[in-house]
Structures are given as structure tokens and as C-alpha cells.
């Protein structure tokens, strides 16, 4: 079974489609599958226009994505669930408790990645191997204050928004790949 990365935001319109596609892009050589669902989505909507344009932008084709609404079988199915906000984070957890130690905000993984350790050993698991070495690095870094976990909703903004908040979320998903690819 392939290792599995779900992005979730409120409506997977915007930033959860921008950061599964982001993420394909930087995790593209990398054992591991991604895919984004919203906590309040309806099933079947095609992504924002700007969040298109961004992922166009980023060598993708996303006219066949679809919204997709979160289902728990999501959450146990994936490795590492990541969040756009800290109330998302608590809706997954509250859908499925045994992926509280494996779900977080964006942001706060960004963070943690990026003060993380490379995992010593991991080849044959690279992305569990990063998920605890980010983990670890928890006990280091001194708590961030709550809106520094949570990632800005640009809908109702403009494409320069969109751009804005894809911006954030690549610089998030960097100390993950670099993670990643340092133990395996």
C-alpha cells in the first residue's frame, strides 16, 4: 500500500487542491500519493478558477479534479494528514481519533519539518520516517501562536491572493520534501 499524503480545507474549492497539486509537483520523484477533501465540501465541483490558474501554473492539468467531501475512511487510509486550519485538524480528528498523531496544520508541519532531524535509518519507509523525525523536532520549538498555524483562505480574493497562498503552502511543503527525501 503506497503512502498516502491528504490535504483538507473547508470547501477543497481552493487551498487543499492547490496544495495537492503543489504537492505532486515536489514529491514527484517521492513514493507517495496525495490527494485533498474538504470538511464542509459538496462532492463533484470543479476548483476555484484562480486555484486552476495555480495549478496550471504548476505543470498540471487539473480540469478533471472534482470537490470531495472528507469521509473517515480518508483519514485511517492516509500516512499524513495535513490541514489548512487548526479547526480542520480538530474535524479530522474528531472523524477519525487514531490519526490525531499523524494530522496537522500545514503550517505547523512546515515548521516542524523544517527544524526536524534527518531520519538516520528510513529507506523502506520514507515518509513514516519523516512524519516522526517532524514529530521529535516538536519538543524543540517553542509553541507558535495560533494564527500561525492556520492557512489564510484566499476565496473571495483576488488571483494575486491565490498566488499568495500558494506561495505559503510550496514554502510549507518544501521542509516536507527535503524531509522525505532525506530518508529514502
Known amino acids: 500500500m503506497a503512502d498516502r499524503v491528504l490535504f483538507v480545507c473547508h470547501a477543497n474549492l481552493c ?9 505532486r509537483r515536489l514529491l514527484a520523484d517521492r513514493p507517495v500519493e496525495v490527494a485533498s477533501a474538504g470538511t464542509d465540501a459538496i462532492d463533484g465541483l470543479v476548483m476555484h ?8 501554473e504548476s ?6 479534479f472534482r470537490t470531495r467531501a472528507l469521509r473517515p475512511e480518508y483519514l485511517v487510509d492516509a500516512t499524513l494528514v495535513l490541514t489548512a486550519t487548526r479547526r480542520q485538524r480538530s474535524v479530522c ?10 494530522t496537522f496544520t500545514l503550517r505547523q508541519f512546515g ?9 538516520a535509518d528510513s529507506a523502506e519507509d520514507p515518509l513514516r520516517a519523516a512524519i516522526a523525525a517532524a514529530a521529535q523536532a516538536r519538543g524543540r520549538l517553542q509553541p507558535a501562536a495560533p494564527d500561525e498555524d492556520d492557512l489564510r483562505d484566499p476565496i473571495g480574493g483576488t488571483a494575486a491572493d491565490f498566488r499568495r497562498c500558494a506561495e505559503e503552502i510550496e514554502r510549507s511543503l518544501r521542509p516536507l520534501a527535503a524531509l522525505i527525501g532525506a530518508a529514502g
Do not use: K, N
Request: aromatic share 4%.
Open 15 to 23: 487551498r487543499s487542491p492547490m496544495a495537492e497539486y503543489l504537492a
Open 49 to 56: 478558477p484562480y486555484a486552476m490558474e495555480v495549478a496550471t
Open 59 to 64: 505543470g498540471a492539468d487539473p480540469a478533471a
Open 93 to 102: 480528528t474528531s472523524l477519525a481519533p487514531g490519526a490525531l498523531h499523524r
Open 111 to 119: 515548521r516542524l519539518a523544517a527544524a526536524a532531524e534527518p531520519p
